[in-house]
């Protein structure tokens, strides 16, 4: 029984940790997909295009949004994926399902993006510095900073 739980903390810890990965992975191609769209307006605007900057503006605010969003989600996944740990470690559970809803199916909606569990995704911007920090700064301050660019780039131009 006891190695039948160390196997099933050690799912969770894997799962934890490719989910962050994944999370790492997000987050660097959404600011990929800024920084190229920022380009592309560059280019339109040396080559006196000005009139199409407004196209990779609305799509660099699109996917700041959607920057925005999906980063949360993962990050509440993570969290609640820490939550079923936490239960299994204080022997509250011992069965792999919750594992496979959270990382594979409704689970994860069910718990992160339901009118009623918003606080959970919403909590993902709390808890220790370790935490918060990156996910404040590159789940909010970035895609926001991004947003008020595109912003004040339109503004520029009109």
């Not at 559970?93 to 339901?114: I, N, V």
């Amino acid at each position: 029984m006891e190695d039948e739980k160390k196997s099933i903390i050690q799912f969770y810890l894997q799962s934890i940790s490719s989910q962050d990965s994944l999370l790492q992975s997000y987050r660097a191609l959404f600011l990929g997909i800024e920084a190229v769209l920022f380009g592309l307006a560059y280019v339109l605007y040396q080559s006196r295009n000005e009139a199409l900057i407004w196209l990779p503006a609305m799509i660099g605010i699109i996917f700041s949004f959607l920057w925005i969003f999906v980063c949360s989600h993962r990050g509440c996944m993570i969290d609640q994926l820490k939550k079923e740990l936490k239960k299994l470690t204080n022997g509250q559970t011992g069965d792999l399902k919750r594992w496979f809803e959270l990382s594979y199916g409704k689970a994860s909606s069910e718990e992160c993006l339901r009118i009623k569990k918003l606080g959970n995704l919403i909590g993902t911007y709390k808890g220790p510095s370790e935490k918060w920090i990156p996910r404040v700064c590159f789940n909010l301050f970035f895609p926001i900073f991004a947003i008020s660019l595109w912003i004040w780039i339109l503004n520029y131009f009109n």
